[in-house]
């Protein structure tokens, strides 16, 4: 799926329990997960340390941050057209509920799944959107992430 035909600020209100469907697949490779260290500062070794991380850990490798893949969210809200176009700014306000239920290992692919499943006016030209968003790993039974998120639009 993806927005629907005429999406706009003034359908958003229309529009709870639609499904935005799949993302486009995002690698988590090892280059992804140590730049992101480097940007955060987390260095633990079941991220960052393969040789450590395949003796050492249950999951025979490193595993992504938790943060990296919910990160992951934001641009893939834009990529699947999740705010109306003509939405003059949306600001991320922040998160119900994250559930971090299977680790993403090295080498796996991703996609994210969205639905709207809250839409409501707080004043005039600013609606709370609510998205559940779900973080798939190719070939898993279980998602890797549930997260619930609000953002902002302006219209």
């Not at 697949?25 to 395949?54: K, M």
């Not at 705010?83 to 090295?106: C, E, H, S, T, W």
Request: glycine share 10%; charged share 20%.
């Amino acid at each position: 799926m993806s927005a629907p035909e005429n999406y706009s600020v003034a359908t958003l209100a229309g529009l709870t329990a639609h499904d935005f469907g799949e993302s486009e697949p995002v690698l988590i490779d090892q280059d992804r997960i140590n730049a992101f260290a480097d940007c955060t500062g987390d260095h633990q070794w079941i991220h960052t340390d393969p040789e450590r991380a395949a003796s050492h850990s249950p999951f025979g490798g490193t595993i992504a941050h938790g943060m990296l893949v919910l990160s992951l969210l934001a641009g893939k809200h834009l990529e699947l057209g999740i705010y109306p176009p003509d939405a003059r700014q949306i600001i991320n306000y922040g998160m119900n509920k994250v559930r971090f239920l299977a680790p993403v290992p090295v080498g796996a692919v991703v996609r994210v799944a969205v639905s709207i499943t809250g839409v409501e006016v707080k004043r005039p030209g600013q609606i709370a959107v609510t998205t559940t968003n779900e973080v798939r790993i190719d070939g898993a039974d279980k998602p890797a992430i549930i997260a619930e998120q609000i953002a902002f639009v302006m219209g």
